[in-house]
T-cell receptor, first 114, second 113 residues
């Protein structure tokens, strides 16, 4: 069966520090991968998605970047965090080749910027 | 521009009764709709989906209804249980190679024992 791992679960970072959040998927190949952010009291905002290794699409202009160095690895990064980057970050995957399929989410990372 | 809207931020229902969560969308190109359930500090869990070629899909206590002319979908939970208390998100996508989903802002359901 397929599983998705996301870490760390919580992170407290000072303003201006770098960020690296990692997500890996097991049990499938060539998944579509997604990074979302849920700000307090808000819905899920799609930040980045990827349909293959090295391919990244950005949905909103922001202080973050994403990379997909391997088929089942998705990384969210920032060189200098802002206070507004605080939130709950979620990674998701879906099977990339079979039409309408649900996305499946990791347990998320709670990021607090001080 | 909020293409998927959940206008009720919260809902309280007695245990054993029906819970009805609503979702409206504006993009007529959407052809696949999903409901997710989310507990605090966890990722959303997929509940049920429906394709635009159907108007109803049922899975146990959960039924999703789609009214394409009204651009409206709803999730019915019968009977409601205290463990159903969570935030429910609806999502929609249009047929494309990326399968991006647009999520609503969520409805917090509280089932009272």
């Amino acid at each position: 069966s397929q599983t998705i791992h996301q870490w760390p679960a919580t992170l407290v970072q000072p303003v201006g520090s770098p960020l690296s959040l990692e997500c890996t998927v097991e049990g499938t190949s060539n998944p579509n991968l997604y990074w979302y952010r849920q700000a307090a009291g808000r819905g899920l905002q799609l930040l980045f998605y990827s349909v293959g290794i090295g391919q990244i699409s950005s949905e909103v202009p922001q202080n973050l970047s994403a990379s997909r160095p391997q088929d089942r690895q998705f990384i969210l990064s920032s060189k200098k965090l802002l206070l507004s980057d605080s939130g709950f970050y979620l990674c998701a995957w879906r099977q990339g080749t079979f039409g309408n399929q649900p996305q499946h989410f990791g347990d998320g990372t709670r990021l607090s910027i001080l | 521009d909020q293409q998927v809207k959940q206008n009720s931020p919260s809902l309280s229902v007695q245990e054993g009764r029906i819970s009805i969560l609503n979702c409206d969308y504006t993009n007529s190109m959407f052809d696949y709709f999903l409901w997710y359930k989310k507990y605090p500090a966890e990722g959303p869990t997929f509940l049920i989906s429906i394709s635009s070629i159907k108007d109803k899909n049922e899975d146990g206590r959960f039924t999703v209804f789609l009214n394409k002319s009204a651009k409206h979908l709803s999730l019915h939970i019968v009977p409601s249980q205290p463990g159903d208390s969570a935030v429910y998100f609806c999502a929609a996508s249009a047929a494309s190679g990326t399968y991006k989903y647009i999520f609503g802002t969520g409805t917090r359901l509280k089932v009272l024992a």
